[in-house]
Each structure stands twice: as C-alpha cells, then as structure tokens.
C-alpha cells in the first residue's frame, strides 16, 4: 500500500499535473517538419522495455496479480516524486495482492544515455528527500528515509525505504529502486501496512535488478 491518506490526495492532485505539463510539453515542442514526424516514428516502432511480471516480485502469501502496461506517470509514486518528474512519455503497470501489500513499475525511454542518466539521478534525489516533504506537507505524519545501497546491474541501481506514521496510528513501509540502461529508467515501488522490520528487502533487491535487466 504505498502511502495511503491524505497523502494519496496529493498524488492524485500531481498526477493529474504531471498530466497536464506533459501535453504542454508536447504540444510546445511540436514540429510540423517531416525531419521531426520521421524520428518520433522511430522511437514508437522501436523495441518498447519490457516490463516485470507478478511472479518477480517479492514473494506475498496470496500472490500477486498483474494489471496492463498504461500510458502515463502512476500516481501512486507521485507522493514521492511527483514534483520533480520531467515530462516524458511514462508508462507503468501496477501490482496488487488480495490484502494490503501493492507495488507499481514506471519505466521511461529518454533521449539519450546523458538524458537518462540525468533523469535517473534527479529521481534518486527526489526520493531521499521524500521524508522531509512528507513532514513539511503533512504535520501528522511522521517518515523516515533509509538508503540501502547501490546494485550492479547495467548502469546501476539505488535502492531506498520510506516509513511513515500517522498521527492516529497508521504506519506504512515502502521500497523503492531507480535502475538504467543507457537511455532507459525504470523505478519500482513497493508497500504495504507495517515498519522497515515487515519489509523484504532482499527479495525487493532481487526484483529491482530484473527490472533493469528484463528492459532489453
């Protein structure tokens, strides 16, 4: 369950933001050049990243289902990093099991390794600072952000953890990782009811590196 709340509240709310900005962004850069029309036709009929199935993700006593691949940035990351995404063409599947525990897949094509690798830290960054945004947006919630390491997968991954506590008492647990492949990023997000005690993180390490590896 990645974050619930009023916190889900403001996801939706960025979502719908990050909608809008990336049909600015569009429409402001259109091209009516045949040069332009050409190149976005390349980039549609190229190998699109694939992306993970329920049975890679940490393992769940009830198991996991598999929603469709969607167009768009899900707003059940937007919590945490929904102001600072660039807009580009996202496109993410989400995961859900028969109790609390749920976990979402974005993955974006850049335009470049350099663009990639760009963007990659800038969604690093913006989820170690996630914690303290949640604070200052949210005076009755408490968080906490832990970083458990990097992953040696393609041109690497960060994997990090977020606790958060309500002031009448819920608390929730999420991981997340940001991996690359050259001009490809892919973040997973993974959460449920509990403290950084319930969370798998070796398991969600096993599945953050596939997320990387399974994209080409």
Request: aromatic share 6%; with cysteine; hydrophobic share 40%.
């Amino acid at each position: 369950m990645l974050i619930r709340t009023r916190v889900a509240a403001l996801a939706a709310l960025t979502a719908t933001a990050l909608a809008v900005g990336a049909t600015a962004t569009a429409q402001a850069g259109a091209a009516p050049n045949e040069t332009a029309q050409k190149t976005a036709s390349a980039q549609k009929t190229a190998a699109a990243p694939r992306f993970l199935a329920a049975s890679e993700l940490p393992p769940h006593p009830t198991g996991w289902t598999a929603g469709p691949v969607t167009d768009g940035f899900p707003e059940q990351l937007a919590y945490c990093l929904g102001e600072g995404v660039p807009a580009y063409d996202y496109r993410h599947r989400l995961f859900h099991t028969d109790l609390d525990t749920s976990a979402v897949q974005v993955t974006v094509v850049t335009g470049s390794a350099t663009k990639g690798k760009a963007l990659a830290a800038l969604l690093d960054e913006e989820i170690r600072g996630c914690a303290a945004r949640l604070e200052r947006l949210y005076p009755e919630i408490e968080a906490e952000g832990r970083f458990f390491g990097t992953l040696p997968v393609e041109e690497g991954a960060t994997v990090h953890g977020l606790h958060t506590e309500t002031s009448y008492g819920a608390t929730d647990v999420n991981l997340l990782s940001v991996g690359r492949d050259g001009r490809t990023v892919t973040v997973v997000g993974w959460g449920q009811m509990g403290d950084f005690d319930d969370a798998p993180l070796a398991a969600f390490k096993k599945t953050a590196k596939k997320a990387v590896t399974k994209l080409y």
